[in-house]
Structures are given as structure tokens and as C-alpha cells.
């Protein structure tokens, strides 16, 4: 099992940054991608950004350079660097962990955090 914990979110005014966090627990060892999605309301959650055990990233088209993803190991911590936000960021963002537990890749998510970017 793996849990998830976001924290950063909030409200910003168009242009501004913001950093959401996502600490990990349990099976950490098991983690081999680490995944921030959005959800606006009304619209299917997007992926956004990923991160892999050995460092590859990739990115939405929507969000490139624009945001980062990052993580620190030390801190079983993911990070979502978000800057020149824009009103269609708003959204919920979920981090997404997918982990090989006894064999099967498993989907675990985190509870979800608001950003609102103001026009």
C-alpha cells in the first residue's frame, strides 16, 4: 500500500506561481512513477506531468514550460513547480503514484488539492 498527501494548493492571480507537494508513505520502495492529473469541474482528470524512478519527465503540451515536476528521495516527496499560471490551470490537482506491489503494477492517489488562478 502506498498513501499520498497533497499540500500547496491555493488561490493565485493569473501570472503567479505555485508548488504543490505530494509525500509518500508505506511501500515506498515499490513507487516507479510518480503522476500529477487535474480535474476542472465538468471535465475528465487530465495528466499533467510524470516522473519516473530514474528521473524521466514528460509533460502536457498545456504545461510545458510552464511546470515542473520533480522529487526528492530523501523525502519520499513529489513536487509540481507551477509558474506563469493561467485561468484554465484551475483546477483539482491529484498525485498518482503507480507501484509494483507482489508483481502487479497498483494505482494509489492522493485526496487532491485545489488551485484557482485568478483572471
Known amino acids: 500500500q502506498v498513501q499520498l498527501v497533497e499540500s500547496g494548493g491555493g488561490l493565485v492571480q493569473t501570472g503567479g506561481s505555485l508548488r504543490l507537494s505530494c509525500a509518500a508513505s508505506?511501500?515506498?520502495?515499490?513507487?516507479?512513477?510518480l503522476e500529477w492529473y487535474r480535474q476542472a469541474p465538468g471535465a475528465q482528470r487530465d495528466l499533467v506531468a510524470t516522473i519516473t524512478s530514474g528521473g524521466t519527465t514528460n509533460y502536457a503540451d498545456s504545461v510545458k514550460g510552464r511546470f515542473t515536476i520533480s522529487r526528492d528521495n530523501a523525502k519520499n516527496t513529489v513536487y509540481l513547480q507551477m509558474n506563469s499560471l493561467k485561468p484554465e490551470d484551475t483546477a483539482v490537482y491529484y498525485c498518482?503514484?503507480?507501484?509494483?506491489?507482489?508483481?502487479?503494477?497498483?494505482?494509489?492517489w492522493g485526496q487532491g488539492i485545489q488551485v484557482t488562478v485568478s483572471s
Open positions: 498518482n503514484a503507480i507501484a509494483n506491489i507482489s508483481g502487479r503494477f497498483r494505482s494509489y
Open positions: 508505506g511501500s515506498i520502495f515499490s513507487i516507479y512513477k
